[in-house]
């Protein structure tokens, strides 16, 4: 229908502007009324086809600093458009309405008024979606500070249930991926810490996600199951499904920024500048956790889920992170890696998850790097990596498990290759193998899965029953064999 007072306005009625190459946005921003000019194309100007089409380029657009609220790390907006007319009538612009010839008027004449609303001040029900959110952080300390960030995801699950906080978080991963290398390795303390450091904080803050959710939820201490949810939007507590998301959400990003920002030099100097003991507690435990303390090998905590701190770890090592801090033994078992991670799981074969295979990935990766001697070590329990996932394959309730098969198989091909371009000396030979035949019990069969010791320790012995002939011993044994048996004896 025409407006009554058109016709007082012969000019309204000229024909509205079309989007053409060279069209310009200009709305007024909030309060302050700071003008916002965007330029677009006419390729651009016409994917603008709806208010909420709009609204994103917009918000793609608005640079100036946003206010936060006071314990948050960062803060989520929302964009409204207001159309305010010659009488200073105002009439809001939503998201489904067509962006017509009369919106592309308005927008030449900078008649719209742009308002940024924190999303919290919106009922669950009118929550956007992320697309049409505007993400804004102050500092990248708080971006990053478990107990902060922990705490906000908290907060927008209890507001607007968790798919919708997964949705907000997006938009935290995409602020830290984008960030240039200068500012991912710029070195923040005399101590040489980059963002890196800051990230491994916020991973093993995850240890302590319920504490910290509970610290969020000022009614927590009078909440009683089932009734007292009613405020949640999803109507209960966060479950452990939340917290899976949070160790997908802090790895994954964690990770991604390895790979793609950090400089090889600088992670060399970040963990050659810390103690290696404390590095090997902080990414072995990501890895596979740490003991509880209870003595047995299947009670660990405080590993990252679905084997995202493995992930972690093989880009490190691909980065440069010193050979000082995933080799050696830690812990109190006296484990190397590969120990640590396999022995838990040959402790409880049915505990084992297929979610974290990229733990039996970072075996094999481990395994092709780890010399003979790390291959062949023995732990307080006196057993050896490939025992364990020996046994683990004995044991397994999933038949044949081709993850752990594969482990087996490439720790054994890799000792089996060692073993065949070992360089040292006979007697070094033979005290490996009297390590390996004491993992599997000391029996005569013991080395029956590794026949390259046997094959190795036989032709050198038999090449040092030649020189000691020479040399004029006298063998008690008359035939080759037995005197080559002499030899390995005598070692």
Known sequence: QKCPSCEHHPASMQPAMQPVDGSILQVLGGLSGEPLTVHLTSQEAKKIESV????????????????????TPFSVHWIRLIHTDA????????DEDPVNPETWEWLEQGS?????????????????????????YENLEELLDP??????????????????????????????LSLSSNQVNAVENILGHTLLNRCFSLLQGLDEAE??????????????????????????????????????????????????????????EIFRNMFTEKVKSIVWKLVQGQSCGCNRRSCTRGALRFGLGADLLMALIDKGLPRCCWAGHWGPFNDNLLQHI?????????DWNPRDGAKARLCRFLAKRFSLEELCYQNRDFKNALWYVLQYCENSPFQADPLWVRVRDVIRERMQRQVREFQGSLLALVDL??????????????????PAFEEQ???????????????????????????????????
């Not at 709009?54 to 918000?59: P, S």
């Not at 009683?224 to 160790?247: C, G, R, V």
């Not at 790895?251 to 060399?268: G, N, Y």
């Not at 193998?433 to 993992?439: Q, T």
Request: aromatic share 12%.
């Open 211 to 268: 504490e910290l959710m509970r610290a969020a939820d000022p009614d927590c201490d009078n909440r009683n199951w089932p009734d007292s949810y009613e405020d949640f939007y999803d109507k209960q507590w966060p479950d452990d499904a939340f917290e899976d998301f949070l160790h997908k959400t802090f790895a994954s990003m964690t990770i991604e920024l390895v790979r793609q920002k950090a400089d090889p030099q600088r992670v060399k």
């Open 342 to 350: 396999i022995a838990p799981v040959a402790a409880k074969p049915v």
């Open 52 to 71: 909420r089409d709009l609204k994103r380029c917009l918000t793609r657009n608005v640079t100036r600093p946003l206010g936060r609220t006071p314990g």
């Open 457 to 491: 320790m036989w032709q050198r012995a038999a090449i040092i029953r030649e020189e000691w002939l020479r040399m004029g011993w006298t063998f008690a044994q008359d035939s080759a064999n037995g005197q080559v048996s002499e030899v390995l004896d005598w070692h």
């Open 147 to 176: 107990k902060l960030l922990i705490g906000y995801a908290f907060k927008l699950c209890k507001h607007g249930g968790q798919a919708w906080c997964e949705n907000v978080f997006t938009l935290w991963t995409s602020a830290l």
């Open 112 to 136: 719209l008024r742009y308002m940024l609303a924190d999303v919290f001040s919106f009922p669950p029900e009118a929550l956007p979606s992320g697309d049409d959110l505007k993400f804004s």
């Open 87 to 94: 009488s200073m009538a105002s009439m809001e612009l939503h």
């Open 433 to 450: 193998a009297r390590s390996v035949r004491a993992s599997f019990g000391g029996g005569i069969d013991a080395l029956e899965a590794l």
